[in-house]
């Protein structure tokens, strides 16, 4: 059964939100996964020196550069991805409202 009703056109101001919803959950992942990995790093390395772990180095020098490169990767990526959508989504909807 096919309803009568038109889906929804696609609207401009979903695509920032989704865009920085997207490059914040992504940057958030990053730097959790790069924290994660620097600190098994720094206790590996601090263990073979016999010396204590400078965690701080962890957070510091590894994974806020690693999560702030990460984060503007993935904000070009994803505006790329939501402007391409738009686009098709609105010639898709156009489409649709002529036939």
Known sequence: MV???SPRPPHWYGVPLRVLIMTFLGTLISFAV???LSILGTVVVAA??????DLRFAYR???L???LAAGAI???FVLVTEIRYYQQ???LS???RVS
Do not use: M, Q, T, Y
Request: aromatic letters at 4%; proline letters at 7%.
């Open 48 to 53: 073979a020196r016999r010396a204590h772990p």
């Open 65 to 67: 550069p690693v999560a």
């Open 61 to 63: 020098h590894i994974a």
């Open 74 to 76: 993935i904000f070009v």
């Open 34 to 36: 790069s924290l994660l």
């Open 94 to 96: 156009e489409i649709e």
């Open 3 to 5: 309803s009568g009703a």
């Open 89 to 91: 989504s609105k010639a």
